[in-house]
């Protein structure tokens, strides 16, 4: 009798522990039959079934015939959820469909507001609140909006997600927020006001994931900024047929509503396709304790982007003057600072021969060989320079020590041969030579300066070190390794800041577009007070005209990330890819998923069960 106890608690407890249930993710199957339905074929030999349901994240018209092959491979029974993309909202025949298989959703909470209440709802699926957005919805019709959460739209989410008591919050819309590859300039972040407002709802719900479409390339990221924490993932679930390779995500759910597990697979429609990640997002995460501001520090200022345009360059430095009684330790102007001799005398006038001036080479710098000439020239006025830069990037390319911290310029032009013979990128002699760089210096405070940005907002969103993704994904991680506070940036004549992490890089690195500093006014300075106990910086934003004084827009104190990088709390991914399915895959089923680990050994408790009676 004891030994049946035994077996029983044990049995109980594995079980609690192993349970989950699981649900699969595509987007983007568009016409493309064969690789659609070897897309579902392949989803089916690794887990048999869809799970609960399975969500179709836009662009995937003729919806009745890829809901046809859906069925023909999962059966009639299956739950198909198809969310609004692009390519349906202009086809009345694809919005009929949908609200047909809208009709036939259990688990409905909240249907949308007037004029898309059938392609905009929420569902409970056990301990998850699942909420499908129609991002073409213009406030009044549900296909004629251009991409986007309108008033009407954001209004009806913000109340949904507030009355909604699960554990879990997930939400589905064709768009990315910060889109990657395709769509970089018309995805929601075609406006960013709106755009940046539904994010900051999302976090401050804690809505663990946004999954969207429409690039056709799968991505993760988590992008937090000084207006909001680094929560939501925004994960890209690639596509399933528009492009010659196929993405599919299985996502397990943790009963106890403690975390999902996402895995993703690729492939194409001759091959069988491959685990390429597997990742766990938790609810509940480590909150990095942020050390209060301190009074004992250094400072620094930082512009972008004056070029021609004297008189409101002038002002901006008057007004650092002004406000802040100098530069600092020094100034850095992140590139397009043409022409340079006479933006350089512009500040010499206001203040000083002696000040120390760093103009960091931009796009329009390269146009000029005056322009370059003179920028090189002013290496020899810098202090405590540690290292060189490349072989033909000397003095474009260098790092200083400050105090405590570690400077490093970078010029993106420099392409391994000439300081002005790339279009924009981290190339492979520029990234040795940072790793070397970052590898020799022991300084606590880290901070790199370049014109253009790696991750771009509102303008030159495809044609910044992003045209170069892999070299780009490449230097971000180098970052993030060597533990670099901020990377300042120009380029896009706007300000704004961002703390980007995924799967592949924790949250350490901030970037920073310095804004405008007099090219297109409204323009910005920064300050930059380091601590000295080399712990944190804390930024200070100014924002003024050409005929009004500088006022501050933001403040905030950067340290490496919101969160802990606690691999038990944050995604970890798998570090090998396999086309071999586990001999100890899990075993699944539609409704719960019990580890193949705890199978065995239940299997072996019920043998020596057996073999004591």
């Known amino acids: ?61 003729p919806i009745a015939d890829s809901h046809e092959d859906f069925k023909s491979t999962f059966g009639s029974d299956a739950v198909f959820v198809s969310v609004v993309g692009n390519h349906e909202a202009t086809e009345q025949a694809q919005m009929d469909y949908l609200h047909t298989l809208y009709d036939s959703y259990p688990n409905v909470v909240n249907a949308g507001p007037s004029g898309t209440s059938k392609t905009t709802y929420s569902m409970d699926w056990n301990n998850a609140h699942i909420v499908v957005l129609n991002l073409y919805y213009d406030g009044s019709s549900e296909g004629s909006g251009s991409g986007g959460v309108v008033d009407e739209l954001y209004e009806w989410l913000k109340d949904d997600l507030s009355e909604t008591e699960q554990p879990i919050k997930l939400v589905f819309g064709h768009e990315p927020a910060f889109p990657e590859y395709r769509h970089q300039s018309d995805s929601l972040n075609e406006d960013e006001e709106n755009r940046d407002r539904f994010w900051k709802l999302l976090n401050d719900e804690k809505v663990l994931a946004y999954f969207s479409g429409h690039t056709h390339y799968y991505y993760n990221s988590r992008v937090g900024s000084s207006a909001w924490e680094d929560y939501t993932w925004g994960i890209e679930v690639g596509n399933a047929g528009t492009e010659s390779f196929q993405n599919f995500l299985n996502v397990e759910v943790d009963e106890n509503g403690g975390s999902i597990d996402v895995s993703v697979y690729e492939g194409t429609q001759s091959n069988d396709f491959c685990l390429v990640e597997d990742f766990t997002i938790a609810v509940d995460r480590v909150k990095r304790a942020t050390p209060e501001p301190s009074k004992d520090t250094w400072r620094f200022t930082v512009t972008a982007d004056p070029r021609s345009k004297g008189t409101n360059w002038r002002h901006v430095l008057e007004e650092i003057k002004r406000i802040r009684s100098g530069i600092g330790e020094f100034h850095v102007c992140a590139g397009d600072v ?80 000439s300081d002005h013979g790339s279009s924009g990128d981290v190339v492979d002699e520029l990234y040795d030579w940072l790793v070397d760089d970052l590898g020799e210096t022991t300084q ?123 691999p038990s709390q944050t995604p970890t991914p798998t570090p090998t890819r396999t086309c071999t399915p586990n001999p100890f895959q899990d075993i699944v089923s539609g409704d719960v998923l019990i580890n193949a680990s705890s199978s065995f050994i239940l299997i072996a408790l019920s043998f020596i069960f057996f073999t004591l009676i």
Request: hydrophobic residues 35%; glycine residues 6%.
């Open 1 to 61: 009798m004891r030994s049946v106890i035994i077996v029983a608690i044990l049995s109980i407890l594995l079980l609690s522990n192993g349970l989950c249930w699981r649900f699969t993710i595509t987007a983007s199957s568009l016409s493309s039959h064969g690789r659609w339905t070897h897309t579902l074929n392949e989803l089916k030999r690794y887990y048999t079934d869809e799970g609960l349901f399975h969500i179709e994240v836009g662009d995937n018209n």
């Open 338 to 417: 043409d022409p340079v001799e006479e933006r350089h005398n512009d500040f010499k006038q206001i203040f000083g021969d002696d000040e120390v001036f760093i103009p960091t080479m931009g796009n329009h710098e390269i146009e000029s060989q005056d322009d370059i000439d003179y920028l090189n020239s002013l290496f020899s006025t810098y202090p405590n320079v540690q290292k060189n830069g490349p072989v033909n990037s000397e003095h474009s390319t260098f790092s200083m020590d400050i105090n405590n911290a570690h400077i490093i310029v970078i010029n993106p032009y420099y392409d391994g041969e």
């Open 444 to 566: 606590p405070i880290r901070f790199i300066f370049a014109h253009e940005p790696a991750f771009p907002e509102y303008r030159h969103q495809s044609d910044s070190l992003n045209q170069e993704h892999a070299n780009r994904d490449r230097f971000w991680k180098l970052l993030t390794e060597n533990d670099v506070l901020a990377f300042f940036v120009g380029h896009t004549h706007m300000y704004y800041d961002k703390l980007v992490s995924s799967t592949r890089w924790d949250p350490i690195t901030w970037q920073i577009d310095a804004g405008d500093g007099g090219n297109s006014p409204p323009s910005n300075f920064i300050n930059v007070d380091v601590d000295n106990k080399g712990e944190s910086a804390f930024i200070t934003v100014y924002q003024g005209t050409s005929s009004t004084d500088f006022e501050v827009i933001n403040e905030f104190q950067i340290v490496p990330g919101s969160y802990d990088p606690n």
